[in-house]
């Protein structure tokens, strides 16, 4: 799996670039841009981001383990004194994506390092992410969704069936409960299918409903409430329930 994001070069145990030679004795704030766009940048004491590229082009992509295995090294580098996560796109991770991105940033914040964010738009998935943070800006245009998780699957057997193929599941006649083929197969969902997916989304909505009652103070059944209802429904409201800490644009953090 792929993530948009930024793997920082003075983490890495090859060969360093001049540019990480030269901030080897200031302090650094590290930026952590989850978006289409790769950059790695590293803020001295003086101010100002000192841009570092890896790799052939800025387009490059790095998976997932090096985006981990980057933050876990900046636990213990003393040379990082704090963290800005910037987010302008909802990109493609997932809620394991978020889970261990989570955990890392929780890890960072508890050995003194601060975390900032900055971020275009607002989701279950990346509130909960963002929940660990010391302080969330976040963009007056902003987008902000609070109506839990959902999950739909397509059924292709009618489509298939039409070109002529048919899909033979073979299965164990008790294992219910193996239904990765079922949309071949069948033109409905089991009630297994269905249990087994809403068993997963529930616990993903109930991590985020505990994550979110302790950052804003909200009980759990206020939180269930307002997703029902499809609010917060905008930066401002989101600001006074306390889902971010500020509104405002990138430069109040990169200044």
Same mark, same amino acid.
């Given at each position: 799996?792929?993530?948009?994001?930024?793997?920082? /070069?003075?983490?890495?145990e090859?060969?360093?670039?001049?540019? !990480?030679?030269?901030?080897?004795?200031?302090? /650094?704030?590290?930026?952590?841009?989850?978006?289409?766009? $790769? +950059?790695?940048? !590293?803020?001295?004491?003086? =101010?100002?981001?000192?841009?570092?590229?890896?790799?052939?082009?800025?387009?490059?992509?790095?998976?997932?383990?090096?985006?981990?295995? /980057?933050? !876990?090294?900046?636990?213990?580098?003393?040379?990082?004194?704090?963290?800005?996560?910037?987010?302008? +796109?909802?990109?493609?991770?997932?809620?394991?994506?978020?889970?261990?991105?989570?955990?890392?940033l929780?890890?960072?914040?508890?050995?003194?390092? $601060?975390?900032?964010?900055? #971020? #275009?738009?607002?989701?279950? =998935?990346?509130s909960?992410?963002?929940?660990?943070?010391?302080?969330?800006?976040?963009?007056?245009? =902003?987008?902000?969704?609070?109506?839990?998780? $959902?999950?739909?699957?397509?059924?292709?057997?009618?489509?298939?069936?039409?070109?002529?193929?048919?899909?033979?599941?073979?299965?164990?006649r !008790?294992?219910?409960?193996? /239904?990765?083929?079922?949309?071949?197969?069948?033109?409905?969902?089991?009630?297994?299918?269905?249990?087994?997916?809403?068993?997963?989304?529930?616990?993903?909505?109930?991590?985020?409903?505990?994550?979110?009652?302790?950052r804003?103070?909200?009980?759990?059944?206020?939180?269930?409430?307002?997703?029902?209802?499809?609010?917060?429904?905008?930066?401002?409201?989101?600001?006074?329930?306390? $889902?971010?800490?500020?509104?405002?644009?990138?430069?109040?953090?990169?200044?």
């Open positions: 799996v792929i993530v948009s994001a930024i793997v920082v /070069a003075a983490l890495r090859k060969k360093k670039l001049p540019e !990480e030679k030269a901030m080897e004795a200031r302090p /650094a704030i590290l930026k952590i841009d989850i978006n289409t766009a $790769f +950059e790695i940048e !590293e803020r001295n004491s003086r =101010g100002g981001f000192i841009s570092i590229r890896i790799g052939k082009s800025k387009g490059n992509r790095y998976s997932s383990y090096q985006f981990l295995n /980057a933050l !876990e090294r900046a636990i213990s580098d003393d040379k990082i004194k704090g963290i800005y996560l910037k987010i302008m +796109e909802p990109g493609m991770l997932t809620f394991s994506h978020m889970f261990e991105i989570k955990q890392l929780t890890r960072l914040r508890e050995s003194g390092k $601060f975390i900032y964010a900055y #971020t #275009t738009f607002l989701t279950p =998935g990346y909960y992410l963002l929940a660990s943070c010391d302080t969330i800006v976040m963009d007056p245009q =902003g987008f902000v969704i609070w109506n839990g998780y $959902f999950s739909s699957v397509l059924y292709w057997k009618q489509l298939l069936n039409k070109f002529g193929i048919r899909i033979k599941d073979m299965r164990a !008790e294992n219910k409960y193996k /239904a990765f083929a079922e949309n071949l197969t069948s033109d409905t969902m089991s009630n297994e299918l269905r249990t087994q997916i809403s068993e997963v989304l529930q616990e993903r909505w109930n991590a985020v409903l505990e994550e979110m009652s302790r804003t103070g909200l009980s759990v059944e206020q939180l269930k409430a307002m997703a029902d209802s499809l609010h917060p429904a905008s930066v401002y409201e989101a600001l006074n329930l306390k $889902f971010i800490d500020m509104i405002g644009k990138d430069n109040i953090i990169d200044t």
